[in-house]
């Protein structure tokens, strides 16, 4: 069955500093993988997929992604965060309606 | 552009009463839809899935249920509250069933 596991609960960051958020996964096939953010009380904004080609995705707000099948992990970067950027990060894998999310990791951006 | 609106945005209601959330997408035809809750400090549940008008597809057991009425309109219902409805419940949709996209959120609260 597939899962995604977010090692990290919660993350702080100065801003300015970089970034990066961990996923792994586990899946049958080449698996589709999926980055959202969400700000307190908000949906979910999709940032970046994977579904095949290129390892590394480039997403919105600045993000990127690279897909390691060896490591089965799909982590998230970003190389300067904004004060901004504080907000809870979901990974996700599969595609819907069996999309599997990670339990999300909460960012929190020092000034 | 496609837009999806939820409302309302937030609701308190007491245990036994009845429920009805709403979701509506613009801008695409016949889309997958989708109902969420998220508790405080977890990860996305998937509740239901519609394929199309009249079509429902339960993933847990509980006491709510969800209808399509139509293409793109999706309600989410419950006769009696309880107090473990309480979360925050997001619609998403999606076309091919890949990325999903998600509405701003329903905050419910059972008292």
């Known amino acids: 069955a597939q899962s995604v596991t977010q090692p990290d609960i919660h993350i702080t960051v100065s801003e300015g500093a970089s970034l990066e958020l961990r996923c792994n996964y586990s899946?049958?096939?080449?698996?589709?993988l999926f980055w959202y953010v969400q700000s307190p009380g908000q949906g979910l904004q999709l940032l970046l997929k994977?579904?095949?080609?290129?390892?590394l995705v480039q997403g919105i707000k600045g993000f990127e992604a690279e897909f390691k099948r060896s490591q089965s992990s799909f982590n998230l970067r970003k190389p300067s965060v904004h004060w901004s950027d504080a907000a809870e990060y979901f990974c996700?894998?599969?595609?819907?309606?069996?999309?599997?999310f990670g339990a999300g990791t909460r960012l929190t951006v020092k000034p | 552009s496609q837009t999806i609106h939820q409302w309302p945005a937030t609701l308190v209601q007491p245990v036994g009463s009845p429920l009805s959330l709403e979701c509506t997408v613009e801008?695409?035809?016949?889309?997958?839809l989708y109902w969420y809750r998220q508790a405080a400090g977890r990860g996305l549940q998937l509740l239901f899935y519609?394929?199309?008008?009249?079509?429902i597809s339960s993933e847990v057991p509980q006491n709510l249920s969800a209808s399509r009425p139509q293409d793109r309109q999706f309600i989410l219902s419950s006769k009696k509250l309880l107090l473990s409805d309480s979360g925050f419940y997001l619609c998403?949709?999606?076309?091919?069933?890949?990325?999903?996209?998600f509405g701003p959120g329903t905050r419910l609260t059972v008292t």
């Open positions: 801008g695409t035809s016949n889309p997958n």
């Open positions: 994977y579904f095949s080609g290129d390892t």
């Open positions: 899946y049958g096939a080449t698996p589709y």
């Open positions: 519609s394929v199309g008008i009249g079509q």
């Open positions: 996700a894998v599969g595609a819907a309606p069996d999309m599997r």
């Open positions: 998403a949709w999606s076309v091919g069933g890949f990325e999903q996209y």
